[in-house]
């Protein structure tokens, strides 16, 4: 078994490689330079934290003010514009040419790979899973009291609509969020961060799942899955 393992793996780095130098992965590399764009633009236009040190450290924290915040948020809109015609660009090709599962995974993966390193995007709404996390950790019911009844650095991002708010979601979910915050305590990034990973299994099955949809065909269904996977990531 060992054996095979490195002559597998060299297989798919090979067939990787074949994709992206052809005609068929252009529209993947063109998503991932949008991605790229989305992920750079969004340290200083997207839902950072109100007090980045992350970003002070790295000396970054001009992007989220004057100069700085237009740069960034043309490089977002920019990064949204090319990943919405390379997205446009995949569905031609699937409507008119035939096209492998493995080339629509394949794109879905270049597409989202610079976004796991992402900021939160449009949306504070991380802040909030990660705060209703932390409460049912430490005891409180997220159904009873919002966020702010459990003090911690958590809450300090999460939007002022949802900090008095009960939890929305179901218990599955929040105890992910208590599972997240559990490991990371009440460190922000880290648990942005697994928190994303936590979701990857369900991207999986709905990729998996997708070609299932009636009347459709498996690459039209993962375009269209793509679509939605890409904009709420």
């Known amino acids: ?22 005609d068929e992965g252009r529209p993947a590399l063109l998503g991932f330079l949008g991605a790229v764009l989305i992920t750079l633009g969004g340290l200083g236009a997207g839902s950072t934290r109100l007090h980045d040190p992350l970003l002070e450290s790295m000396h970054l924290s001009w992007l989220r003010f004057g100069h700085g915040l237009v740069v960034s948020s043309v490089l977002l809109w920019g990064g949204v514009v090319v990943m919405l015609v390379a997205w446009l660009w995949v569905g031609r090709r699937v409507l008119h040419t035939p096209a492998s ?3 629509m995974i394949a794109t879905t993966g270049f597409w989202l790979a610079p976004l796991l390193l992402s900021v939160p995007l449009f949306s504070r709404d991380t802040y909030s899973y990660l705060a209703q996390g932390a409460l049912l950790r430490d005891g409180l019911d ?6 702010v009844e459990n003090q911690n650095p958590l809450l300090d991002n999460v939007s002022p609509i949802w900090t008095t708010t009960t939890a929305p979601y179901g218990p599955a979910f929040i105890l992910v969020a208590k599972f997240v915050t559990t490991l990371v305590g009440d460190h922000v990034v880290a648990g942005t961060m697994l928190l994303r990973l936590c979701m990857l299994p369900g991207l999986a099955l709905l990729i998996w799942a997708a070609p299932g949809w009636p009347g459709t065909s498996a690459p039209m269904a993962r375009w269209r899955c793509g679509s939605a996977c890409s904009t709420r990531w």
């Open 101 to 103: 599962d493995y080339s």
């Open 1 to 22: 078994m060992s054996a095979t393992t490195p002559t597998t793996r060299t297989g798919g780095l090979t067939r990787l490689a074949a994709f992206t130098a052809g």
């Open 142 to 147: 997220p159904y009873a009291v919002g966020p």
